[in-house]
């Protein structure tokens, strides 16, 4: 008998909620085991903006045995920003079995119904950045970036069953470094800096106030932040948040600025994928992932760039070009030999130009799907 149960909002509930992918995946060689400590505190509330909103975990059964789960919540503050009414959907997993699919839908698609929303979207990243988003649509050939999102391909299948549609694709980009075209962005980044009047800098992640860096960071995201991007603006706070877990996993040099006089202008930032360490330790850090972590940082080969922003009145003037070419040279001279850039929204044609200029190519798509919610409360498997 396949039932429907609500995951209480304590350690004990949001453990077996996450433990289910552990069963699901144990058998997959590319997938990775998700920070758990950090994944665990964040669905517990702490320095998580969005489930400050109305959410509720779900938990499918097969008798005694979980077989589905699916965050179901609203955003409010992006609804407020888009003036919508939409819910979002987040951490789906399923045993291959559509029935199960359906049951864990079933309730999220009710519970978001009777909140008074009108649109699920998803999956979403279950917190405010943009790290990871959707379900892997192409490109199940190896394992994903560190907070990269990672699926089989019978996810797509059974929720286009259910009768989502696409919303949006997001595009993930590698880049071998030795194809990169130093000598070329080289010339224009110093022609541009000259003309326009900016700089860039690297910064030092181990002398910087964290505090100071995060409102640089948050006042560029703010100043360049698409009026159609479907996310809300990070606040300084949230940038705070973030930075305490990220900083402690990066290196002086990955992050980059462009300044004119003291005022930032731009900002690139990347991390190293230490995924392939996660998947050694299963995602855990005590009682030994940490020495894991420590002595095999210098086996890590590839950085993963997640955000690029440019003021607007400083778009046009090569600074993205600038930012990239020192954030090349830094990742060169710390041993790394590929870049990966993700995710990019398939409406953002200026960022997707600009990489495929810096000639890396797109290997992998993440989907986001919609789904208009009628009068029922139920979905109808097609």
Same mark, same amino acid.
């Given at each position: 008998?396949?039932?429907?149960?609500?995951?209480?909002?304590?350690?004990?509930?949001?453990?077996?909620?996450?433990?289910?992918?552990?069963?699901?995946?144990?058998?997959?060689?590319?997938?990775?085991?998700?920070?758990?400590?950090?994944?665990?505190?964040?669905?517990?509330?702490?320095?998580?903006?969005?489930?400050?909103?109305?959410?509720?975990?779900?938990?499918?059964?097969?008798?005694?045995?979980?077989?589905?789960?699916?965050?179901?919540?609203?955003?409010?503050?992006?609804?407020?920003?888009? #003036?919508?009414?939409?819910?979002?959907?987040?951490?789906?997993?399923?045993?291959?079995?559509?029935?199960?699919?359906?049951?864990?839908?079933?309730?999220?698609?009710?519970?978001?119904?009777?909140?008074?929303?009108?649109?699920?979207?998803?999956?979403?990243?279950?917190?405010?950045?943009?790290? #990871?988003?959707?379900?892997?649509?192409?490109?199940?050939?190896?394992?994903?970036?560190?907070?990269?999102?990672?699926?089989?391909?019978?996810?797509?299948?059974?929720?286009?069953?259910?009768?989502?549609?696409?919303?949006?694709?997001?595009?993930?980009?590698?880049? =071998?470094?030795?194809?990169?075209?130093?000598?070329?962005?080289?010339?224009?980044?110093?022609?541009?800096?000259?003309?326009?009047?900016?700089?860039?800098?690297?910064?030092?992640?181990?002398?910087?106030?964290?505090?100071?860096?995060?409102?640089?960071?948050?006042?560029?995201?703010?100043?360049?932040?698409?009026?159609?991007?479907?996310?809300?603006?990070?606040?300084?706070? =949230?940038?705070?948040?973030?930075?305490?877990?990220?900083?402690?996993?990066?290196?002086?040099?990955?992050?980059?600025?462009?300044?004119?006089?003291?005022?930032?202008?731009?900002?690139?930032?990347?991390?190293? =994928?230490? *995924?392939?360490?996660?998947?050694? *330790?299963?995602?855990?850090?005590?009682?030994?992932?940490?020495?894991?972590?420590?002595?095999?940082?210098?086996?890590?080969?590839?950085?993963?760039?997640?955000?690029?922003?440019?003021?607007?009145?400083?778009?046009?003037?090569?600074?993205?070009?600038?930012?990239?070419?020192?954030?090349?040279?830094?990742?060169?001279?710390?041993?790394?030999?590929?870049?990966?850039?993700?995710?990019?929204?398939?409406?953002?044609?200026?960022?997707?130009?600009?990489?495929?200029?810096?000639?890396?190519?797109?290997?992998?798509?993440?989907?986001?799907?919609?789904?208009?919610?009628?009068?029922?409360?139920?979905?109808?498997?097609?």
């Amino acid at each position: 008998m396949i039932y429907v149960k609500e995951v209480p909002k304590t350690q004990k509930g949001i453990r077996e909620f996450l433990d289910l992918s552990y069963r699901l995946y144990r058998k997959d060689h590319n997938w990775v085991p998700p920070l758990y400590g950090t994944v665990l505190r964040s669905l517990l509330g702490e320095h998580n903006p969005l489930l400050c909103g109305e959410h509720q975990f779900f938990m499918a059964y097969d008798g005694e045995k979980s077989v589905a789960r699916v965050l179901a919540g609203v955003d409010t503050r992006l609804n407020e920003r888009l #003036g919508e009414k939409r819910g979002y959907i987040s951490l789906f997993e399923t045993e291959e079995n559509l029935e199960y699919a359906r049951a864990v839908l079933d309730a999220a698609v009710e519970y978001l119904h009777g909140l008074g929303m009108e649109k699920v979207v998803g999956p979403n990243t279950p917190g405010f950045n943009d790290f #990871g988003k959707g379900l892997l649509q192409e490109g199940f050939d190896g394992r994903p970036v560190l907070f990269n999102p990672y699926n089989p391909p019978f996810y797509n299948d059974f929720l286009t069953a259910y009768g989502f549609v696409k919303h949006r694709d997001h595009f993930a980009y590698w880049l =071998d470094l030795k194809d990169f075209p130093v000598d070329e962005t080289q010339r224009l980044s110093e022609m541009a800096q000259k003309r326009f009047g900016f700089r860039v800098e690297s910064i030092d992640i181990h002398k910087v106030r964290h505090d100071q860096l995060a409102a640089q960071i948050a006042q560029v995201v703010s100043e360049a932040f698409p009026p159609n991007w479907e996310l809300v603006p990070p606040t300084v706070q =949230d940038i705070v948040d973030e930075m305490k877990s990220l900083l402690s996993f990066s290196e002086s040099g990955l992050i980059v600025m462009a300044f004119a006089q003291d005022r930032p202008v731009g900002v690139l930032v990347t991390f190293p =994928d230490y *995924n392939p360490l996660l998947k050694t *330790n299963k995602g855990r850090l005590f009682p030994f992932g940490w020495f894991t972590m420590l002595f095999g940082r210098k086996t890590v080969r590839t950085v993963r760039c997640v955000m690029l922003f440019v003021s607007p009145d400083f778009q046009n003037k090569a600074v993205t070009v600038a930012l990239a070419n020192v954030a090349y040279e830094n990742a060169r001279k710390l041993g790394y030999q590929a870049i990966e850039a993700s995710t990019i929204d398939e409406t953002n044609l200026p960022s997707i130009l600009t990489t495929q200029r810096l000639r890396a190519r797109r290997y992998r798509v993440y989907r986001t799907y919609e789904k208009e919610l009628g009068p029922c409360q139920t979905g109808e498997v097609n």
